[in-house]
């Protein structure tokens, strides 16, 4: 099946920087990437839907100037935490539009840590 | 109320127990519905897809009415190793909405 590699898998940095967060298709191309957050103990929230050489489409309540992301290749989607504050740390991941019954294809996650 | 809703947990359970898990969603127009399985700090799995009819994989089976937009998981003989947290996910117009979660703790 499709194969979506995420990285980095953690990353710990401190209040006020930027972290970029990627996601590779490696076996197909991906015209639309989705980007999850995930608080412990809740479900996955969307908070954006990107597709490849177009603008982003964000979820009420995401600040699009704060998650920045880029859709400029069939390969790679990034998503730029910018500015990061210790509520931003989370899990993200990232997964692909796909065939439904046969399951969606998931990024691995990344945990970010904001001190 | 939220789009996709689990039953709380957590559900701790003995090796060989049945355990079932409800799931309720709000939006009739819904057009997918699925299970997924998410191990403590990874992605979710797939676990398996729900229809009408009713299916079953093994020790799995999963139930859709649509009328009252219910879905059931139900998991025999429970092993070790579905502890995990079991997520209800529907599909609406190409977005995945995911339920809270349910996690299942089998001890043995």
């Known amino acids: 099946g499709a194969v979506v590699s995420q990285h980095p898998s953690r990353v710990i940095c401190k209040s006020g920087t930027s972290v970029k967060i990627e996601c590779r298709s490696l076996?197909?191309?991906?015209?639309?990437m989705f980007w999850y957050r995930q608080f412990p103990k809740q479900s996955l929230m969307l908070m954006a839907t990107s597709n490849e050489g177009s603008k982003a489409t964000y979820e009420q309540g995401v600040e699009k100037d704060k998650f920045l992301i880029n859709h400029a290749s069939l390969t790679l989607s990034t998503l730029t935490v910018t500015s990061a504050h210790p509520e931003d740390s989370s899990f993200y991941i990232c997964?692909?539009?796909?065939?439904?019954?046969?399951?969606?294809?998931f990024g691995s996650g990344t945990r970010l840590t904001v001190v | 109320r939220k789009e996709v809703e689990q039953d709380p947990g957590p559900f701790n359970v003995p090796e060989g127990a049945t355990v079932a898990f409800n799931c309720t969603y709000s939006?009739?127009?819904?057009?997918?519905f699925f299970w997924y399985r998410q191990d403590c700090r990874k992605e979710p799995k797939l676990l398996m897809s729900?229809?009408?009819s009713g299916n079953e994989d093994g020790r799995f089976t999963a139930q859709l009415n649509r009328a009252s937009q219910y879905i059931s998981l139900l998991i025999r003989d429970s092993k070790l190793s579905d502890s995990a947290t079991y997520l209800c996910?529907?599909?609406?117009?190409?977005?995945?909405?995911f339920g809270q979660g349910t996690e299942l703790s089998v001890k043995p």
């Open positions: 076996d197909f191309q991906a015209t639309t």
């Open positions: 996910v529907v599909a609406q117009g190409g977005k995945l909405i």
């Open positions: 997964r692909t539009g796909g065939q439904p019954n046969y399951g969606y294809t």
């Open positions: 729900v229809y009408s």
């Open positions: 939006n009739s127009a819904s057009q997918s």
